[in-house]
């Protein structure tokens, strides 16, 4: 059974710094493409940043735009976030998400058909 493993999560104050990493545990399949996502409490679960495995290609949404950095190591399989200058409005647990599909919308959660269980991120103000 292939399951994504998150780690990095923690809590840490306004204008601080956290990265989290992402990687298969199981059997590995192709990776197209990996994201993250992230949900409050009370809240859907919404789209943070995505990478295209083959050529590096990123997405961010708006509101990490410039505070956010997602990566890939290809030798590892990981895929990582570095979340810096980080709000209180950015707690939520976060969570990966990969898929081996070409085709399809990075922001949509439907794209994605293998997801980690989610690692808690608590920025204080």
């Known amino acids: 059974q292939v399951q994504l493993v998150e780690s990095g999560g923690g809590l840490v104050q306004a204008g601080g710094s956290l990265r989290l990493s992402c990687a298969p545990s199981?059997?590995?399949?192709?990776?197209?493409?990996m994201a993250w996502f992230r949900q409050a409490p009370g809240n859907l679960r919404e789209f943070v940043a995505a990478?295209?495995?083959?050529?590096?290609?990123?997405y961010y949404a708006d509101s990490v735009k410039g505070r956010f950095t997602i990566s890939r190591d290809i030798a590892s399989n990981t895929v990582s976030l570095q979340m810096n200058s980080l709000k209180p409005e950015d707690t939520a647990v976060y969570y990966c998400?990969?898929?081996?599909?070409?085709?399809?919308?990075?922001?949509?959660?439907?794209?994605?058909?293998?997801w980690g269980q989610g690692t808690q991120v608590t920025v204080s103000s």
């Open positions: 998400a990969a898929t081996s599909r070409l085709i399809g919308q990075a922001s949509s959660q439907s794209f994605y058909d293998r």
């Open positions: 199981g059997r590995t399949l192709s990776t197209n493409r």
């Open positions: 990478i295209t495995w083959s050529t590096g290609g990123t």
